[in-house]
């Protein structure tokens, strides 16, 4: 059981890529945000739900396993963010691009109130939370620019 836990919070495998695991867990996202594009709304929301259950939950295994508090190895919380980063937008290059320096930006800079998740809620619960958080900035600012340059859609 301990394998697939960590197969899922390292995001099968990425979050022992060389350097910027956080970076390697963003990017192998979106295949599976384009998979999930073929989705409704509602269907959406549920598969986001799953992932952030199933994060909670692995990610939080996996710092007893390694036995360290939110341990670099683990990007479930990263494809969480990406994934809500990349909610509603369209599938183009470009957009999927900014989508994801957004979210790096959020998820490292970590503004009010993602510092604070990061920092003060512990467990798989605390891992996950300031991704969302990171996610919905990113989101926010996402849907900004594609309202400001429709043309990108």
Do not use: H
């Not at 990425?14 to 989705?39: H, M, V």
């Not at 509603?88 to 691009?97: C, D, F, K, T, Y």
């Amino acid at each position: 059981m301990d394998r697939l836990f960590m197969a899922i919070a390292t995001g099968g495998g990425a979050g022992y890529l060389p350097k910027a695991p956080g970076t390697w867990g963003s990017l192998i996202t979106i295949p599976l945000w384009l998979l999930l594009t073929r989705l409704d709304g509602m269907g959406y929301a549920i598969a986001l739900g799953v992932v952030f259950v199933v994060g909670v939950i692995s990610a939080g295994q996996a710092e007893k396993i390694l036995d360290r508090k939110d341990p670099g190895v683990v990007v479930i919380d990263e494809i969480m963010g990406m994934l809500i980063t990349l909610a509603g937008a369209p599938a183009n290059p470009l957009v999927i691009g900014i989508g994801f320096l957004l979210f790096r930006i959020f998820d490292i800079a970590k503004p009010w109130p993602v510092r604070f998740f990061d920092r003060r809620i512990n467990g798989g619960t605390g891992i996950m939370l300031d991704d969302v958080a990171a996610g919905l900035y990113s989101l926010g600012c996402l849907q900004l620019i594609l309202s400001v340059w429709p043309e990108l859609g």
